[in-house]
């Protein structure tokens, strides 16, 4: 079907250019003609007026006759033109028709012109609509597969698009299967640790009891730390293989501050610090309140560590756009070098506390990124390290 309209493309312009070149080419053998015509009559005139000067009038009135009287301006140097005659007044009304069917076909030819011209523009900017189309689709998952519309002048367009979405897709597919094998894999190490954690832990419970060794409190906490470890690894597991479920409700952004506060008391009190969480009126965002308050847990931590015997401080505004949430410290800051790693796995800046094992702030990012959300982090201009969350409305 394409190709039958390729060449009616094709046809209707070869036909608009053949009616055009027709026509002048008609117009110009008839005027050739008449130039001709009148050439020749002039000169017959001359050589009869050179041998009989007296006929000049007899001439005249004849010519005046077979013209109908028509002597109009001036063409060209003879007898005729001195008498005042033109080329158009011996060409009777063929003159006037040849003109006239001139500017006809001019006009058809003009007109078939535009309309095949019209006609070939909108059919390319449907192939480029499908194509757009097709694109669009394939941006937002729901691409099938490119139906071939014949051959035409986008067809190795569409053959290259088709070869680039499907490459995509195999290396996309090749990607998820990479990331769920690595999550797969992950959690298969988590589970392995868990177990000579566990039995470590209870050697030492069992050896704190007989023995009194200051070595035996490091050891401890090497295990704790091992099992925080281990924790995280299955959630980064499970949130690598796509298996965490976020359950998207609204939630009031003061109470998720309190109840994150309220399960971090006793570190507060611990490292001697306080919080302040003002109320500045119901604002509601649409997020996971379990998996978000254990994201901004781990920004309030890492606050406290940085901030002992200070304040911690809370802050949240909303807009048409976003909800967000500011939560900064008194403490010193975070180093220049540190800030464009801060939210990458197992990456512990100069400051980090001694237990720390790098996966708190990347854990948040991945709580609120997947909920349609950003954060960041950045210094204070008077001192402090601040943390930036927006969870976006659409």
């Known amino acids: 079907m394409n190709e039958r309209k390729h060449i009616l493309v094709t046809v209707g312009f ?42 000049r009038e007899t001439i005249a009135a004849a010519l005046k006759e077979y013209t109908g009287g ?22 009777g009304s063929s003159y006037l028709q040849m003109v ?18 019209l006609y070939r523009n909108k059919k390319e900017a449907l192939r480029i609509q499908v194509l757009a189309e097709y694109l669009e689709q394939v941006n937002t998952g729901k691409a099938v597969i ?14 290259e698009i088709y070869k680039t979405v499907t490459f995509l897709y195999q290396t996309k597919d090749e990607a998820v299967q990479a990331k769920k094998d690595f999550a797969e894999n992950l959690s298969n190490i988590a589970h392995q640790i868990k177990t000579p954690i566990t039995a470590i832990s209870l ?50 952004i003061y109470t998720l501050l309190v109840l994150a506060a309220d399960n971090l008391q006793e570190l507060f009190t611990g490292f ?25 847990m781990n920004l309030m ?4 560590e940085h901030s002992r015997g200070k304040r911690l401080h809370c802050s949240y505004a909303q807009n048409p756009l976003y909800t967000e949430i500011l939560i900064w410290d008194e403490g010193e800051g975070f180093a220049k070098e540190d800030l464009p790693h801060l939210f990458e796995r197992f990456y512990r800046g100069k400051s980090a ?8 702030l990347a854990l948040s990012k991945e709580i609120i990124e997947r909920q349609n959300g950003t954060i960041g982090a950045r210094n204070r201009p008077n001192g402090g390290a601040l943390f930036e969350i927006r969870i976006y409305s659409h």
Not at 77 to 86: E, F, I
Not at 100 to 112: E, T, Y
Not at 219 to 246: N, P, W, Y
């Open 70 to 91: 028509n002597n109009g301006a001036k063409v060209s140097g003879g007898v005729l033109s001195s008498l005042g005659y033109r080329i158009s007044d011996f060409s």
């Open 301 to 304: 931590k890492n606050c406290m």
């Open 203 to 252: 050697a030492v419970q069992m050896l704190k009891r007989d023995v009194c060794n200051p070595q035996l409190e490091r050891v401890e906490k090497q295990v704790l730390r091992l099992t925080h470890l281990e924790e995280a690894l299955l959630i980064l597991s499970r949130m690598d293989a796509g298996t965490i479920q976020f359950q998207k409700n609204e939630i009031d």
């Open 353 to 360: 506390g001694e237990g720390g094992i790098g996966i708190g």
């Open 146 to 159: 490119l139906s071939v519309c014949g051959e035409d002048d986008f067809s190795k367009l569409e053959d």
């Open 14 to 55: 070869v036909l608009s250019v053949s009616l055009f070149t027709s026509v002048l080419s008609a117009m110009l053998v008839s005027y050739y003609d008449s130039w001709h015509q009148f050439e020749l009559l002039n000169a017959v005139c001359e050589n009869v007026l050179e041998q009989e000067p007296k006929v």
């Open 272 to 296: 001697g610090v306080s919080l302040e969480i003002p109320k500045l009126g119901e604002m509601k965002a649409i997020a996971d309140l379990d998996w978000t308050m254990e994201a901004v």
């Open 100 to 117: 006239l069917l001139g500017g006809i076909g001019f006009l058809a030819a003009v007109v078939l012109f535009s309309v095949t011209f």
